[in-house]
């Protein structure tokens, strides 16, 4: 698409309830970028699926554009980069002396914002606070991985060499439907998270992982009821890249459990930053914010046998004691998706 000072390059989700909003905030992006840089040549790429290795096609078109741009805007929405911020400054060096501005999901960049955090609260299934509060613990944690990434596959592999999924749900996704790998599900079908997410054709094996898509709701409440720590295992592990929170962070918020996280260990310090309440300070004896990431899952473990060994009523009573910080999590996540609607509504001004 091409405006008078603006051309767009990009590609979204599909028609479904992320593609939906992603096109959304484009088009007011678009517009804002027309209002505040009227006099300027500018380019706006959409970084989904922005990568050599994962839309060839769509890097090509423009690694072999040519003219030169005052402004190049790289947006990043529903995913993290998929490039390096050093690949993306190197790329668009071809095109002038541009200044780039990096959009969304940079924690390091003026125009951060979370689209996630906003677009989760258009839809996601509502819980009356009684449903949420853990009164009966059945299971010590639980650990939902769809896709099967390294870092959620080692995390697994220690769970199930410990014995630690016997009192806990643990899920492990596949590739493909005839990839075995490590496969680990609970019996949950496709079909019964549509309203929840699952955009895939429910015919298309190649995109089954053997666990639906679940972007708007908790689960099987018998299992969020019961549990009492939640572990997230994010979509970006390493201490280096960008910042990405998605609803698997937001979900133990707006359902009232700790968390720890299998992922950028940087999250922890992100969301104070964000307002909200973090919990390494319950398990001092691992280190779940070292940024070496090859002790990460190994702290994970540590806080995991724990938890395991820990009695049920010690565990309620420090539930209890976080009850004002879930509490003030839950509250705090509306806030801040609104102030995540005003920043990408507002950008420049």
Request: overall charge negative; aromatic content about 14%.
């Amino acid at each position: 698409m091409q405006g008078s000072n603006l051309i767009y390059v990009g590609e979204t989700f599909p028609n479904n309830v992320w593609g939906v909003m992603e096109n959304r905030v484009i088009a007011n992006i678009k517009e804002q970028i027309s209002l505040s840089f009227k006099n300027s040549n500018n380019l706006l790429v959409n970084g989904t699926w922005f990568s050599p290795d994962i839309n060839e096609e769509l890097f090509n078109e423009v690694i072999s554009m040519d003219g030169e741009y005052d402004n190049i805007f790289f947006l990043t929405t529903v995913d993290p980069p998929q490039i390096s911020i050093n690949e993306i400054i190197q790329l668009f060096q071809r095109f002038g002396s541009p200044t780039i501005h990096f959009l969304g999901n940079f924690d390091h960049s003026v125009y951060e914002f979370n689209f996630i955090a906003w677009a989760i609260t258009q839809d996601f299934k509502e819980y009356d606070v009684d449903d949420l509060i853990l009164t009966n613990i059945k299971y010590k944690f639980i650990n939902y991985n769809r896709k099967p990434k390294t870092h959620r596959v080692n995390l697994v592999s220690l769970i199930k060499s410990n014995n630690l999924d016997t009192n806990a749900i643990v899920t492990l996704g596949k590739y493909a439907s005839s990839d075995e790998g490590m496969y680990v599900g609970i019996g949950e079908k496709n079909e019964d998270f549509v309203d929840s997410g699952h955009w895939f054709d429910l015919s298309d094996s190649t995109n089954d992982c053997g666990i639906p898509h679940d972007l708007l709701s908790l689960g099987n409440m018998d299992y969020w009821k019961h549990h009492f720590l939640n572990v997230v295992s994010e979509t970006e592990f390493n201490p280096w890249d960008p910042i990405f929170v998605t609803e698997k962070i937001f979900k133990p918020i707006i359902g009232l459990r700790p968390f720890i996280i299998n992922g950028n260990p940087r999250t922890y310090k992100w969301l104070r930053n964000n307002g909200f309440k973090t919990f390494p300070q319950y398990f001092a004896f691992s280190d779940l914010e070292s940024i070496n990431k090859n002790e990460i899952c190994d702290n994970i473990l540590k806080v995991l046998k724990w938890v395991d060994k820990t009695p049920n009523n010690e565990l309620l009573a420090m539930y209890n004691d976080m009850m004002p910080h879930l509490h003030h999590n839950k509250n705090r996540f509306y806030e801040f998706a609104k102030e995540q609607k005003y920043k990408m509504g507002n950008l420049f001004t």
